[in-house]
């Protein structure tokens, strides 16, 4: 058969050209170390590797949710350590206020302190991971408590539901007194108030037909209807208050398929406060009343009062140790599908690379003899595109 020289060009270059892919291919995996670098280069394999990827990126995702929401609840459950040592003090001081053994004006230097506590309580309430607020519910972006106003009611007095709001502040506690008797909003009836603990007294009177008692620089909104009566005991107090603003549900994080955890804590639910939605108090065991309240009967020399907000106190501790409970309970909660996530992404992990790797003694090999090869057929292309009749006379 007779063979041209087309021929013995074309063959040499189809071997040339195989060889140098294979060179060319066996170089990249070299180069990346993976045994598949395109969908052409394993098909199958490459599937199975695109699935498992997948998966593993699920696996980060639920792995940074639960390092955020560790984040969270660690911090949160480390002030509520420190609250509850400051819970403890306060009902030390309450305890004190409550043996009738203490002047009025060691009673104010209590009240003093108390203050002081509460302010550290108010601070431990606002606390922040980076710049969300842990105790604001899902609305992170704010403080979940502001300084606004409440009222201390004496026992056999008004009812918190006799007011719908109150407006201004004070860095003092208002005593408000009533000097007749009358039906708020319908007659006319004469009030007192004063800023400085009773020292000195302000009189005034609301019209008939009104329902706004003047204070100063608090304007108290009393419910239309409320009977009032006339006596030296004071009615009302006006103080500050802790009001919440956050949200009421808790920020919930996925942190692994069908499970989820509330990463943060709905402040009210553990200090209490008032609720800026209606201005009223939230329900019994609330801690940021229980001690306004303690405060304000410190001031005004109530040893009966300190002692049943002491009562009210403890209640309020316990519920605090409780809630902190629970934000540890979610704490490990996370830990340990934090430690399976991080076992079964390992296992993922290394499932993609038995799939995609080279082998990279194998494949050292094998570059070698492509390389080898490439270089025969070089070298034997060379020798045969080299030869004419010419050699054979």
């Known amino acids: 058969m007779r063979i041209s020289t087309s021929q013995i060009f074309s063959q040499s270059l189809n071997q040339l050209n195989s060889s140098l892919n294979d060179v ?40 940074e949710n639960c390092a955020t929401a560790d984040e969270y609840l660690g911090l949160a459950d480390e002030v509520l350590m420190q609250a509850s040592e400051i819970i403890t003090a306060v009902m030390e001081l309450a305890e004190q206020g409550a043996t009738e053994t203490f002047t009025e004006t060691q009673l104010e230097m209590m009240a003093l302190e108390m203050e002081g506590y509460l302010d550290s309580l108010y601070a431990i309430a606002n ?8 105790f604001a519910g899902n609305d992170i972006e704010s403080d979940a408590y502001a300084v606004g106003l409440g009222v201390t009611l004496p026992e056999g007095s008004l009812s918190n539901a006799g007011f719908t709001s109150l407006q201004g502040e004070t860095d003092t506690t208002i005593r408000v007194r009533f000097d007749s008797d009358g039906e708020i909003g319908a007659d006319a009836v004469d009030y007192s108030y004063s800023t400085d603990n009773g020292e000195t007294w302000t009189s005034a009177t609301l019209a008939a037909g009104d329902t706004v008692l003047d204070l100063g620089t608090v304007q108290a909104d009393m419910l239309a209807g409320t009977d009032v009566a006339a006596s030296e005991d004071d009615a009302f107090m006006v103080r500050r208050a802790m009001v919440y603003t956050g949200s009421d549900e808790a920020l919930s994080v996925a942190v692994s398929e069908g499970s989820s955890v509330e990463m943060n804590t709905v402040g009210s639910t553990i200090f209490g406060g008032v609720d800026a939605a209606t201005g009223q108090a939230y329900e019994e065991p609330n801690l940021f009343e229980t001690i306004s309240d303690c405060i304000v009967y410190l001031e005004t020399g109530d040893y009966d009062g300190v002692a049943e907000c002491l009562e009210n106190i403890r209640t309020a501790h316990e519920h605090v140790e409780t809630g902190a409970a629970n934000i540890g309970a979610r704490e490990d909660k996370v830990t340990y599908i934090e430690q399976s996530l991080s076992l079964v992404k390992e296992i993922t992990t290394n499932s993609i690379s038995r799939e995609e790797d080279a082998d990279a003694a194998q494949l050292i090999i094998e570059l070698e003899q492509a390389n080898y090869v490439y270089e025969a057929v070089l070298s034997t292309s060379s020798d045969i595109m080299k030869m004419t009749l010419l050699n054979y006379i």
């Open 24 to 63: 060319t291919q066996l170089t990249m995996m070299n180069a990346s170390q993976k045994r598949i670098n395109s969908p052409s280069d394993d098909p199958a394999g490459m599937g199975r590797v695109m699935e498992l990827s997948s998966y593993e990126s699920s696996l980060s995702g639920y792995l």
């Open 127 to 134: 606390t922040d991971q980076g710049t969300d607020a842990i």
